[in-house]
Each structure stands twice: as C-alpha cells, then as structure tokens.
C-alpha cells in the first residue's frame, strides 16, 4: 500500500504531513459535524414551527435562557481553543528548522524561480537531497510572490526587498511541484517549477556538475540552458511566437523601433543594455515589464545568452 496517497490532499513527501495532514482531518471532520447540526436543526424547525393557520399568532418572544447561551458559548469556545493549539504546535514546527540544516537562497521574480546555493550553483528547480532538513532564504526582484510546495505542506510569501523564510525534509525521492500562489502578473500561472529530491550520492554529483554549468559547452549550448535556467523562456519565445517579450527568434542584426530611442540596431550592446537596463529601450508594443539582471547575469553568462540568441536564425 502507498502511504503517499491521500484522499483530499496532495501525495505526503515530507515530515509536515505526520501533523499537518491529521490537524487538517480534524478541522475538516468538526466542520461536517456541525454543519449536518445546523442543516438537521434548520430542516426540523421549519417543520416545527410552521404556520399552518392563517390567524396563528407567534409564539412567545424569548428573551433570556442563560443555560442556552452558556452551552453555545462555551462549547464553541473550548473547541477553537483546543484547535488553535493544534495548529500553534504545527506551527512552531514548521517555523524553526533544527539543527543543521542546509540552506538554499531563492530568488521569485516575474516570473521565474532561481535557486543559489552555497557552492555557487544556480538552478531554476530545486534540487535537495532526501531526508535533509532544508532552509529556504527567499526574496522577490519585483512584487509579492508565494511559494508554496503542496506535497510537503508548506508555504510563505515571497516580499520585494525582505527575506522569508521556511524548511522541510523531504521524506522521499521524486519531483514535486512548486507553484506560486499570490497573483503576480500576467504570466503567473506559468510561474512554477519543482523541487527534486534525489539520494544523497545523486545530490553530492549533481552539485559538483551544475556548480559549472558551462563546462564542456559551447558558449551557444551554455546559453541555450540559461534560456531555461534564467527564466528566459517565460517572457521570450525561440519559434517567433508573441508572448510577454519579443521572440528570439531571427532578433540579433534586426532595426527594432523603440518609441522615443527610435530605431536601434539588434546588436550585442543593445542586448547587455537590455539584460542590465530593460527599461531603457522598449520595443514597441511590449510592456516595460522585464525585471533587470543586473547582479544576476555574469559576464560569462550575458555572452553566452548572446551567442545563443545569434544562432536562432
């Protein structure tokens, strides 16, 4: 039997689920309980008390039973207090990592993820090993974005210059989703990605490789994988489509207008310009929506985004 499974929530694959998953049951099970009282009340009152001659005159006002009112403050009361000490344990659980974690920096902007870690690698899927607790150090180039991993149960909002941050310990290998929960724009739903969790020995070859990505590679090849790696590929098709951002595609030598810049030529330092400065020249009929990567994008990896938009002919 698959213990991932669950009935109304998503696949279990962190520690999270052990108190979160029961505390959701609970909460969910006191709701029915009740709501089959109040419809089973409202059902049998209309009956009961229904008007049934014309000249029937209505009951006696009530104005006082202090036994009524204690039951139905009291009873109310002592649940939602043993609820939110359900939920305040879980919390503070979910809140304070233990001791030695490992930590990942994120980095939400539209509308893209990137995961820093210590040893230099940047990816745009989260990549941890099993069983590992992990710390996420998140903030946003932009405006407000969520993070929110579903199989693990756990999510914290993404704010323009602050930090936040969650853990969790993923309990089993396999790829999970990550989605942005808070409305950030017009290519929101496309702002997802995954957290991949691998054994400790793929996790230990997987950070040696991608803390060089470009080793190996053309300066073409290392740019076709920032294209995905950078979140290029959300606001700039390689097909000629229209999306957020002009097309790559046949892009490099073209005379672009660019309202009050005028006609500018494609080049490489229009191209930097553009990587550094987004604002500065807009082609017409796009929106100045493209957050700049200054402090981003290395030299190394500007050149050879470059070099990669050069071979879509």
Known sequence: MDNSKTFWLPEKASTFTDFVDPAFNLFFWISIFFFGIICFLIVLFTFKYLR???EQLASAQITHNLKLELTWTLIPLVIVMALFFVGIK????????PSGFMQVNVTGQKWSWSFAYPSGAVNDTLVVPVNTPVKLVMTSKD?????FIPAFRTKADVLPNRYHALWFQATRTGVFPVECTQYCGTSH???WTAVKVVDPDNYKAWLDNASDPAKGKTPAEFGALLYTKRGCSACHSIDGSRIVGPSWKGIFGRQENCGPAG????????LRESMMEPAAKV?????????????????????????????LK
Do not use: C, W
Request: no cysteine; proline share 7%.
């Open 143 to 147: 405006v407000i974005h969520s993070f």
């Open 283 to 311: 082609v017409n009929g796009y929106q100045p929506v493209m957050p700049t990567y200054k402090g981003v994008l290395t030299d190394r990896e500007v050149d050879a985004i470059t070099a990669y938009i050069k071979t």
């Open 189 to 191: 739903s496309y702002m």
């Open 263 to 270: 006609m500018v030529m494609v080049d490489e330092a229009y």
């Open 52 to 54: 049934r001659r014309p």
């Open 90 to 97: 879980g919390y503070f659980k979910m809140r304070v990592p």
